[in-house]
């Protein structure tokens, strides 16, 4: 079983229980914080960047206090052997790519051909400035390595030295998928699907974690898979 480092305290799983808590519930109180002052009158992705910024920040209060442990360390981060993690996030993008193609044809189109006519049309044009587009493109990328350095190198991580790779790669991105629960909002079945899918890439890029025991290999494999989308946004398309 794979030991990321030595942890003999029991009560660690506790501690890494109310800190899974504390993001979910950033997740939910952040909206609040408009109430305050009106984020959204500036960008309205300025909330996203401070949730996730929250988010980060607990987790490394969490290993700095708890764990004694650098930033780096903490969520496994190492630009060692460089090329060879880049070419492990290659692999598993490619691979993420493909399972995210093949649910898309066999499962998303069948059960919720709306979203793919709603995509296909168009609808109304809408033209953002490129200061617009660049805060959203760079939010996503923001977006992708927070959430490979909390739940994989993180949560995923501190699992399998408990459990081992199979339970924990399953039980982190069934907490990973839920942390999504936003999707419902679409309504139970394509909320559920896309909950599906989002459990799905995350398995795989938590392959790659295991493959590599560096966030930054799958934090670069998070960037390729957003990539097709947010260089869209980029682009204005």
């Known amino acids: 079983m794979y030991q990321s480092r030595p942890d003999n305290n029991q009560s660690q799983l506790i501690w890494l229980f109310f800190l899974v808590l504390s993001w979910f519930a950033i997740t939910l109180l952040t909206p609040s914080i408009n ?12 909330l996203a960047y401070i949730r996730m910024a929250l988010m980060l920040a607990v987790s490394w209060i969490y290993i700095h206090i708890r764990e004694k442990q650098s930033f780096f ?7 060692k052997n460089f090329s060879r993690n ?14 995210e193609k093949l649910y898309n044809l066999l499962i998303m189109k069948p059960l919720i051909p709306e979203m793919f ?3 296909s049309s168009g609808g109304k044009a809408v033209t953002h400035s490129l200061g617009e587009r660049l805060f959203e493109y760079f939010y996503i ?3 992708g390595v927070v959430e490979v350095f909390v739940f994989i190198g993180v949560l995923v991580d501190r ?9 924990s790669i399953i039980t982190g991105n069934i907490i990973f998928a839920l942390w999504h629960y936003s999707y419902w909002r679409m309504g139970w079945l394509p909320g559920t699907v896309l909950i599906v899918l989002t459990f799905i890439m995350g398995f795989v890029i938590s392959l790659n974690y295991m493959k590599t025991k560096n966030t930054l290999s799958s934090a670069l494999c998070h960037i390729f898979v957003d990539s097709p989308s947010a260089i869209k946004i980029l682009l204005g398309k």
């Open 141 to 143: 990328v923001f977006e």
């Open 73 to 79: 360390q903490g969520f496994n981060i190492s630009f």
């Open 159 to 167: 699992l399998a030295k408990r459990w081992g790779w199979t339970m």
């Open 86 to 99: 880049l070419f492990w996030a290659v692999v598993f993008f490619a691979a993420a790519y493909l399972v």
């Open 35 to 46: 109430k305050l002052y009106d984020f959204h009158s500036i960008n309205p992705w300025i």
């Open 117 to 119: 006519t709603a995509s």
